[in-house]
């Protein structure tokens, strides 16, 4: 899987997990609710800092995000 759908997937596993609707997700990161569906269907890539943003609107660590997006990334398609 691309790098972008990876992030996407590790974000989208994250929010299901927090039992966050995108649009609350945007709410919580003062993002807008198309972001998120972008970011979630890998059409946009987000900067360092947006990283950090919904690391904390999910209460996780941002490394874990990262890990989390590169073990989706590996897998095979």
């Not at 997937?9 to 807008?32: G, M, T, Y």
């Not at 900067?47 to 996780?60: G, K, Q, R």
């Amino acid at each position: 899987m691309d790098l972008p759908l990876a992030f996407g997937a590790a974000i989208r596993e994250a929010r299901k997990k927090a039992n966050l609707s995108q649009e609350a997700l945007a709410e919580k990161c003062h993002f807008d609710r198309t972001y998120i569906s972008l970011i979630e269907r890998g059409k946009r890539q987000p900067l360092l800092s947006s990283i950090f943003v919904f690391a904390i609107a999910l209460e996780i660590p941002p490394h874990l995000l990262i890990k989390r997006t590169s073990e989706i990334h590996r897998q095979p398609d």
